[in-house]
């Protein structure tokens, strides 16, 4: 299956950068690891929010009240797991902000509903059997390089509740790889550096250079 990092496809150029992958590709289906910012894309897509997206789509796919043209082939993940390909898929879908996090979502307004709260954490502590976890923030042991210390202890909690075999992490726009436990952990360049695909079989991750967009 395809893996994309972020593509923040608000511009006509970022748009082609993921075009070009879903092309390059060539699969079936797809997951996503947040910031994806354009929801018509053109085979399924299985895809967590991220910090930058159209809130009010986000809103309408956790609802289950999309009636939109243009959103098209994406199924997010909030909380929930679906089976992809034979694996369970799941996602937490936003980014960790103390001042947020123990407020219910439903008081979360205008940008700040890009947060995960501890009843969206909560909630996917409690899914089973998930072999790929997508997530925006990244676990602790992650060797990325930002000017803050990375490493989310509720992704940690999450992982430690649910022993995936791999959690795929964007937000970072850096490729990046360690192990937390027994879970291959894997952070995503965005789209227009490189793609990714999964192997069902065997659950390897292998990356790939962005193509001409």
Known sequence: MLVLGDAHATTPGRRRALFAAYRAADESVAVQAGDLMYYDVPYQTYFI???????DTIDALRNGRVE???VSNVTLLHSTAET????RVAGLSGNYAPTQFDKPRAVLRGDRRRHFVRDDVEDAKQLDDV???LAHEAPNGLPVEEDYEVGCQYIDEILDAL???VCLVGHHHQHAESDYGD???VGLEPVW???YTLDPDTLAVARHDAPPA
């Open 68 to 70: 939109s043209e243009a």
């Open 131 to 133: 072999d790929v976890f």
């Open 84 to 87: 992809v390909e034979g694996l």
């Open 163 to 165: 022993d995936p075999d």
């Open 49 to 55: 929010g991220g910090n930058n997206e159209d809130f």
């Open 193 to 195: 550096e490189s793609y």
């Open 183 to 185: 879970t291959h952990v």
